[in-house]
Each structure stands twice: as structure tokens, then as C-alpha cells.
């Protein structure tokens, strides 16, 4: 959102538009990095939920630096580097996703708007649709299905199939995509 979107969400929230941003996850899977930061090989599940909390709020630090609030702000908490995998084969009678580096298997995060949703397609699309009817945004951006990362090109998927299961009675929003990778 930061590197897509910043100086977008600054001249909407001087022009008085309401903002809100969604993460699809927490970022908790940046195994290099995390691993670099610790100083060490290994990492416990336990320390990569706790990144994946710094990193929540990291990025709550950089919208509040465009001028949003925490209210504006939903977590989803889904797996880092595993949205993808969950939109290719993780849907109704498949079990859900299951993270190889935090061992979780349903949004662990208790402050994330899908705490304890597991790591299924429907969950995914249900939240999506929750917020798109709680919020009637007019536009959404989000990232392009040819950005090289896999939770991007995931993001647009979910978001447009979440789009065409709203059913809106009047126009839908408009939706515009940016690249990132």
C-alpha cells in the first residue's frame, strides 16, 4: 500500500475521502530477513508470529505517517507467502493451508479482523465480502495479477471474485491495479 498507493492515500485524505486499507496478510514469512534481524539460523514458530506482529505494526506506523488512523486500518492476518496455495487448492473439502514456518493453519493474530478464520479460499472471500458491504468503497486498489509475488497476483484474485459475489445492486467499485514487484 505504501510503495502502490502513498501519495494517493495522502491527496484522498486531504480531499476529505474516507480511506481504508485492507492487508491481506501480517507479513510473517520474510525468512531471510527475519532471520538476518535474529542474528540465527532458527526461528520458532513462535518468533515468526512475533514478526509477523512487527510487521503489523510497521506498516500501521507507515499509514499513520499518510495520515490514517488505526480505525482505518484491517488486518486480515492470512498466511504470508501462502495465499496463492490457498487459492489454487485450498478450498471446501481440502483442509486448510497450513504454514510451514509459524505452524498455524487459521489466522493466529487475536487483534486481526479474521482471527481464528482458517486458512481456506471461502474464509478469505467471506471476510472480503464483509468489508466490501460494511464499507461501499466507490474504488479499490489493489495489486496487479502480474506482479511477480505471489500474494499480490492472490490478492487480485480474491478481491474480484469477492467483487462478483457481492452482487451490487447499483455500480460496483471501480477497481484499479498498481505493481509493485
Known amino acids: 500500500e505504501v510503495i502502490g498507493t502513498a ?40 518468533e515468526y508470529l512475533a514478526m509477523g506482529e512487527r510487521r503489523r505494526r510497521e506498516s500501521a506506523a507507515a499509514a499513520e505517517f499518510l495520515g490514517l488512523e488505526k480505525g482505518d486500518l484491517i488486518f486480515l492476518g492470512y498466511p504470508d507467502f501462502g495465499t496463492m496455495h490457498i487459492w489454487e487448492q485450498h478450498w471446501g473439502p481440502a483442509p486448510a493451508f497450513s504454514n510451514d514456518l509459524t505452524r498455524a493453519s487459521a489466522v493466529p493474530y487475536p487483534d486481526n ?56 445492486q447499483t455500480r460496483p467499485p471501480d477497481v484499479f491495479l498498481f505493481l509493485v514487484h
Open 7 to 46: 501519495g494517493l492515500i495522502q491527496k484522498a485524505r486531504r480531499a476529505g475521502a474516507r480511506v481504508r486499507v485492507v492487508y491481506l496478510t501480517n507479513g510473517d514469512h520474510d525468512e531471510i530477513a527475519f532471520k538476518i534481524d535474529a542474528g540465527r539460523f532458527a526461528l520458532t514458530p513462535r
Open 113 to 168: 479482523f479474521s482471527y481464528r478464520a482458517p486458512y481456506k479460499g471461502e474464509s478469505i472471500v467471506a471476510d472480503l465480502l464483509r468489508i466490501l458491504k460494511e464499507y461501499r468503497p466507490t474504488a479499490i486498489f489493489v495489486t496487479m495479477p502480474a506482479d511477480f509475488n505471489a500474494d499480490h497476483q492472490a490478492a487480485w484474485c480474491f478481491l474480484s471474485l469477492a467483487v462478483l459475489e457481492a452482487g451490487f
